[in-house]
């Protein structure tokens, strides 16, 4: 069983900087795909990154340029760094662990962009 901890949200005004964090425990994290979903008030909950198992990262193009993924597998940590943040990214930012065909979830990060 993994389990999935985010941590790092709050309230930033227009512009600032947030750096969400996401521990997973429970099996070999080097081997997980990890990626970095949010929820908005009313909409369906998108992809923002993801750092696939082979290295790669891809990004929505919403936060392309603003946004970076990255992980360190020596503290099974996976981080998503927000620069330039805008009102439309508030939203409950979620982190998701794949291992051996499974998804697991945490239980969000209230990130809210506001003057």
């Known amino acids: 069983q993994v389990q999935v901890v985010e941590s790092g949200g709050g309230l930033v005004q227009p512009g600032g900087s947030l750096r969400l964090s996401c521990a997973a425990s429970g099996g070999t994290f080097s081997s997980y795909a990890m990626g970095w979903y949010r929820q908005a008030p009313g909409k369906q909950r998108e992809l923002v990154a993801i750092?696939?198992?082979?290295?790669?990262?891809k990004y929505s193009d919403s936060v392309k340029g603003r946004f970076t993924i990255s992980r360190d597998n020596a503290k099974n940590t996976v981080y998503l760094q927000m620069n330039s943040l805008k009102p439309a990214d508030t939203a409950v930012y979620y982190c998701n662990a794949i291992a051996g065909g499974y998804g697991y979830w945490g239980q969000g990060t209230q990130v809210t962009v506001s003057t």
């Open positions: 750092f696939t198992i082979s290295g790669s990262t």
